[in-house]
């Protein structure tokens, strides 16, 4: 008998209906574990320290429909801790490896790999699945699968949710000894966006500020970055990017982990820094410019992963109460957990989308009011574009349209809207289709 049949062949007083955040009534026997086994259909974003412990625990839970999604490749530095890979495997795409190891290791489990970002799939793709369990390591990326979950939310006509619409995500993530599990259902619970708030503020440079007048050692070092990423046009940065392809090549991409890489991103910086007479550029500068290293310690990935998969079997089985709807763990001085209902926001941009209102002064140019809304605590904006009715004030794609809105950047809001007027603003956080209405109220 699989280990896991025991839990499903039998009832219990703690069926998932019993709990705080009732998915539906556990109803024991071949039905559910078969739902389980053949029917269920997992994805896992990311094939990394997390990802790897998601696979394995997954397979060995009874679950043999799992998709995997991961764009890097294997680097040395990943196999002291990401155990599905081998020396042979360096360079070699993770979700492709690590599907191919879950498969060989245990029979039965078909494991499909995808090679590409999430924002590339379409929103069919993602409907296909019971639920998502997030490993990833950026925020980025667990605000915009967060969001589109939300956006794949279906009604009646009564306006009630439609069930079979509904997919959970479970979020994990670790740093260090530190680790935390989440349970996201849509209109049911609190989103990821709710959160945003209790997130470290991440550095953010203005493109107008880096290209034109740059300040800081860090705007020097960002414009080398830009530059190779092709984030930023005009005669300086394509010299650098025409370098960094003759060094390396046309269709290679900046590696972070590349010594050469990076010391190339030093020494453009250096010499942009003196233009301008700035100093401070050193290396170690540049490597937490361009990567914000979070070390991963493989028992507390071990341990995350644990509690994500054990939140998935419940979720689609039913047969125990599930998490509501955080779960935190902290290993720094010994075993600390602690679980805790994490509170819907009112008026999230996600999961309550409301109207957004915003003071601003008439003298005030829209590139000052962007960089307002890119620091707003709440909104934590990366690229926002705006508009109004019949009106693009400031697209940052396609480069046309960029190039064409530009010039309304050094524009006052009084030239460009009037009091009460509501905003349209999209960015790259959010899938496609998804804005933010904004109300202005301009005051002298």
């Not at 990326?141 to 479970?170: F, K």
């Not at 349970?183 to 953010?204: D, L």
């Not at 935190?328 to 509170?343: L, P, S």
């Not at 046309?400 to 960015?427: C, H, M, P, W, Y």
Request: glycine share 6%.
């Amino acid at each position: 008998m699989n280990p896991t049949e025991a839990l499903l062949h039998r009832s219990s007083p703690f069926g998932n209906e019993t709990g705080t955040l009732p998915l539906g009534e556990f109803y024991p026997g071949e039905e559910t574990s078969n739902y389980i086994e053949n029917e269920a259909n997992i994805l896992v974003i990311g094939a990394g320290g997390l990802g790897c412990e998601l696979l394995k625990d997954l397979a060995l839970s009874g679950f043999k429909k799992i998709h995997v999604i991961d764009l890097d490749t294997i680097d040395v530095t990943n196999l002291n801790r990401q155990f599905l890979f081998r020396q042979k495997d360096v360079g070699k795409m993770k979700a492709e490896v690590a599907a191919a190891f879950v498969m060989e290791r245990v029979p039965g489990v078909c494991v499909m790999a995808h090679t590409s970002s999430i924002q590339e799939k379409p929103v069919e793709f993602y409907k296909q699945f019971s639920v998502i369990i997030a490993g990833l390591d950026n925020i980025k990326a667990r605000r915009w699968i967060n969001a589109l979950i939300h956006d794949m939310l279906e009604t009646d006509e009564d306006g009630n949710i439609i069930p079979e619409s509904v997919i959970p995500l479970i979020d994990g993530g670790t740093e260090a000894f530190k680790g935390q599990a989440r349970m996201i259902v849509p209109g049911a619970t609190s989103c990821f966006e709710c959160s945003m708030e209790s997130f470290p503020r991440q550095t953010h440079y203005p493109l107008c500020t880096v290209a034109e007048t740059p300040r800081k050692p860090d705007h020097c070092i960002a414009y080398a970055l830009f530059a190779v990423n092709r984030g930023l046009s005009g005669e300086s940065a394509d010299v650098i990017r025409k370098e960094f392809e003759r060094l390396f090549g046309t269709e290679t991409k900046l590696d972070k982990d590349s010594p050469d890489h990076m010391r190339f991103i030093y020494e453009k910086a250096l010499e942009r820094s003196k233009v301008f007479n700035i100093e401070g550029v050193t290396y170690m500068l540049t490597m937490g410019v361009v990567k914000n290293i979070i070390p991963a310690v493989a028992s507390t990935n071990a341990v995350i992963a644990a509690a994500c998969v054990n939140e998935a079997f419940k979720a689609l089985s039913w047969c125990s109460q599930s998490l509501d709807t955080y779960f935190m763990y902290n290993g720094t001085t010994g075993v600390y957990t602690h679980t805790f209902k994490y509170e819907k926001k009112e008026g999230c941009p996600v999961c309550d989308p409301t109207e957004i209102k915003v003071d601003a002064s008439k003298n005030e140019t829209l590139e000052q009011f962007m960089n307002k809304l890119i620091e707003n605590r709440a909104l934590q904006l990366e690229q926002p574009s705006i508009a109004k009715p019949g009106l693009s004030l400031y697209m940052q794609k396609p480069a046309a349209l960029k190039e064409a809105t530009s010039v309304n950047l050094s524009k006052t809001l009084s030239e460009l809207i009037a009091d009460g007027d509501v905003l349209t603003v999209t960015d790259p956080v959010f899938p496609t289709g998804m804005r933010l209405d904004v109300l202005v109220r301009l005051h002298d």
